[in-house]
C-alpha cells in the first residue's frame, strides 16, 4: 500500500452546473480523502503559470481562458496510490472515449470542458499541489 497525494481541479464548467458533491462523493467513494480544498476564481496569471508546461501547444490559450471563466474546486485527495486512483475515477481525457461510469464520461462537455483536471504523476502532484496551497492547509 503506498499512500499519495494528488491534485484535483474541479473545473468551470462542473462547479457552473453544481457538480462540486457528486464529483466528491466519486472520489470518496473509491477510497480517497480531501485532506484540503479551496474554491476559487484562478486569473489568467495564475491559469498560465499552472499550465506553464503546455504554453507551446496550440491549446494553451484557450485552455487559460477556459479555467478563468468561472470558479474552480482546488484540492488534496491522499490515499492508496492517489495519482493512478484518481485518474481513473475522472476517465479519458476527451468524454467520448471515457469509460462508463466515470467523472468526464457522466458529467465532461468536452475534451476542454471535461469537468476535472487530476495530476499526472507523484512528482507533478507535489507540484501542483504546491502551487495551490502551503504545507499547513494539508489537513490529513
Do not use: W
Not at 499512500?3 to 462542473?14: C, G, M, N
Not at 476564481?41 to 487559460?64: I, N, P, T, W
Not at 474552480?72 to 485518474?87: C, F, H, I, K, S
Not at 476535472?116 to 492547509?137: L, P, W, Y
Amino acid at each position: 500500500m503506498t499512500i499519495q497525494r494528488t491534485l484535483s481541479i474541479i473545473k468551470p464548467d462542473a462547479t457552473r452546473r453544481n457538480l462540486t458533491g457528486k464529483i466528491n462523493a466519486r472520489f470518496e467513494e473509491n477510497g480517497l480523502r480531501i485532506i484540503a480544498q479551496k474554491r476559487i476564481h484562478m486569473s489568467l496569471k495564475q491559469a498560465e503559470g499552472f499550465y506553464a508546461v503546455h504554453s507551446e501547444r496550440a491549446f494553451f490559450s484557450d485552455l487559460c481562458e477556459f479555467m478563468c471563466s468561472g470558479p474552480v474546486v482546488v484540492q488534496v485527495l491522499e490515499g492508496d496510490n492517489a495519482v493512478a486512483t484518481n485518474r481513473t475515477i475522472m476517465g479519458a481525457t476527451n468524454p467520448a472515449n471515457a469509460d462508463e461510469g466515470t467523472i468526464r464520461k457522466d458529467f465532461g462537455e468536452s475534451i476542454e470542458a471535461n469537468s476535472v483536471h487530476g495530476s499526472d504523476s507523484t512528482e507533478n502532484a507535489a507540484t501542483e499541489i504546491g502551487f495551490f496551497f502551503s504545507q499547513t492547509e494539508l489537513v490529513g
